[in-house]
């Protein structure tokens, strides 16, 4: 469930590299988004998502946000910045990934980026994202 948007028209990913569950909120400023870790996913060894799953995770939440505000053209991630992990997912937690935009110019977006488990932060970032027309 997407929350009535159709997550494939805000990122390039296709199953099984979608890390995306739910668009939660979502406007011209921030996105808010869900994702379950599932065992199925491709990432996942011993039960964890590893930091290369938040990442995507994260670069997924910003591009949707790019998407909608740009009228549904794809973002792709240019620069991580910053990065900050405290804990790795396990198998069966929701994160919540919120995005808030700092500074838009042109077409290069600055991306502030927290992934939460209930009220516990596990990650934040600083990301650069393009839209590509």
């Known amino acids: 469930m997407t929350s009535g948007r159709n997550i494939d028209i805000f990122i390039p990913q296709r ?12 406007n011209a400023h921030q996105a808010r988004t869900a994702y379950t870790v599932s065992a199925d996913c491709p990432l996942v060894t011993d039960g964890i998502l590893p930091l290369s799953g938040l990442v995507e995770n994260a670069a997924q939440t910003c591009a949707v946000r790019a998407g909608y505000s740009s009228g549904n053209k794809i973002g792709y991630i240019g620069a991580i910045k910053q990065m900050q992990t405290y804990r ?5 937690e929701t994160l919540t990934t919120e995005t808030r935009l700092i500074e838009e110019v042109m077409n290069i977006s600055l991306i502030e980026c927290t992934i939460r488990v209930g009220n516990e932060l596990l990650a934040q970032a600083t990301l650069k994202l393009a839209i590509m027309d």
Do not use: H
């Not at 979608?18 to 668009?23: G, H, L, N, Y």
């Not at 790795?88 to 069966?92: A, C, D, K, W």
């Open 88 to 92: 790795l997912p396990r198998v069966g």
């Open 15 to 26: 199953p099984p590299f979608v890390f995306i569950d739910t668009i939660e909120d979502i």
